[in-house]
């Protein structure tokens, strides 16, 4: 965060990260969601996505679908987070063990025991309640504009 000016490093918010999950992979974005709101936790301005919210970025179609299931084209092909990278993800096993879940290539989630494993990351923030929309719609050649 050192390196990030004073002016960016005060539109991110100290959030609330919880470093939990769910035991399978045959669970729905809303169960994931549910199982990522307890559980251990840890304050800071950057983390990394949870499983829902790479869920709950796909089709409103597919929420019903299995996290475990959306290696689908017609579910990557409609989720804004599917890069078709290695990704970790914030959640990790629910009982505590060193097991993590990522995304992998072909848009699936997984688990794996964490160790010397070089996956992507994607940091994910929170913007403070005074930053507001400016202009843009969202894509790289018109990317949003925010503002305090």
């Known amino acids: 965060m050192n390196s990030i000016s004073s002016t960016y490093r005060n539109q991110i918010a ?35 996505m949870y499983v829902s919210d ?37 959640s990790r096993y629910s009982s505590g063990t060193t097991i993590a879940y990522y995304v ?12 010397m494993i070089y996956y992507a990351i994607r940091p994910c923030f929170y913007l403070t309640s005074d930053v507001t929309y400016v202009s843009g719609s969202g894509t790289s050649s018109d990317p949003y504009i925010i503002g305090m």
């Open 54 to 90: 790479y869920g709950f970025a796909a089709n409103p179609s597919s929420w019903t679908t299995y996290i475990g299931s959306y290696r689908s084209s017609s579910i990557t092909s409609n989720n804004w987070m599917y890069m078709g990278l290695y990704e970790w993800t914030v």
């Open 104 to 115: 992998d290539s072909n848009g699936g989630v997984f688990d794996i025991g964490v160790s």
């Open 14 to 48: 100290d959030a609330t990260w919880y470093v939990n999950g769910y035991n399978t992979i045959n669970a729905t974005p809303a169960t994931w969601y549910a199982a990522e709101s307890t559980g251990t936790t840890w304050t800071g301005k950057i983390g990394l």
